[in-house]
């Protein structure tokens, strides 16, 4: 999930990312990149880029600037009223 509530999906049988709005619309990513090989896992990192593992290519790629940052820890995002902003 990144700052905003959108959920990242990995979709390692199509070498694509999905994503979820937290309004439950789906949107495919225009991150389907050639280099995409069998994506298994991602994270969001709190400046907002995407990181993909590869499953079939053992590689790392990533995304600038994709996702909404998240703030971490929680309780500082609760605290601070960060939750779903964009800095």
């Known amino acids: 999930m990144d700052?905003?509530?959108?959920?990242?999906?990995?979709?390692?049988?199509n070498d694509t990312i999905t994503t979820i709005t937290?309004?439950?619309t789906v949107r495919p990513t225009p991150y389907a990149e050639p280099?995409?090989?069998a994506p298994s896992g991602l994270?969001?990192?709190g400046s907002g880029n995407v990181w993909v593992t590869n499953a079939e290519s053992n590689n790392v790629m990533e995304f600038v600037g994709a996702a909404?940052?998240?703030v971490t820890p929680l309780s500082v995002?609760?605290?601070?009223?960060?939750i779903a902003?964009?800095?």
């Not at 700052?3 to 049988?13: D, K, P, R, Y």
């Not at 995002?77 to 960060?82: Q, R």
Request: hydrophobic residues 40%; glycine residues 10%.
């Open 43 to 45: 994270a969001i990192d």
């Open 3 to 13: 700052g905003v509530g959108t959920a990242w999906i990995a979709n390692q049988t």
């Open 35 to 37: 280099t995409l090989s």
């Open 22 to 24: 937290n309004s439950g």
């Open 68 to 70: 909404a940052p998240v």
């Open 77 to 82: 995002a609760v605290k601070n009223k960060m």
């Open 85 to 87: 902003t964009r800095p």
